[in-house]
């Protein structure tokens, strides 16, 4: 075989381009003993593929068992579920705090209705103590005039 079509085949096989035939040439020529001189650092690369295509591996291979895949959709759909879980009872929660909220304004302005209604009483005792000392006065006066008409009818 030609020298300049060897190192064609060898350029081909460097850029894992060649066929299997042309392998099997490239075989031949380089486990031959009629190898150029500057292709020589080839003829290691065949002679090794060659020996190899013959060596068997006797040992047993100790195969780890394969680990179960843990299922991940589950915790997921188990976060999903307590996400959910924490925001209604979160909501319940801010709901009752409201209404708590609610009740301590509608105490606290029900006291300060309650704190006036019971000042304007006081006002209206006080206003009515002094209507009836004015009605017990107008009767005392009353009774004064019909005594005094009393006495002037009896003197006359």
Do not use: C
């Amino acid at each position: 075989m030609e020298l300049t079509n060897i190192e064609k085949l060898v350029e081909k096989y460097l850029n894992a381009t060649t066929t299997l035939q042309e392998e099997e040439v490239l075989q031949k020529y380089f486990t031959s003993d009629n190898v150029a001189v500057h292709l020589q650092e080839y003829s290691i690369l065949f002679s090794y593929f060659k020996q190899s295509k013959n060596d068997t591996f006797t040992k047993t291979i100790q195969l780890q068992p394969e680990k179960p895949k843990k299922n991940w959709k589950w915790l997921s759909v188990a976060a999903s579920i307590v996400l959910l879980l924490s925001l209604f009872v979160g909501n319940e929660k801010y709901k009752e705090h409201q209404q708590r909220k609610q009740f301590v304004e509608i105490t606290t302005a029900l006291q300060m209705v309650s704190i006036n209604l019971n000042k304007g009483n006081e006002a209206l005792y006080a206003v009515s103590d002094n209507l009836n000392k004015g009605n017990e006065a107008l009767e005392y006066l009353n009774t004064y005039e019909e005594t005094i008409d009393k006495v002037i009818k009896t003197v006359n």
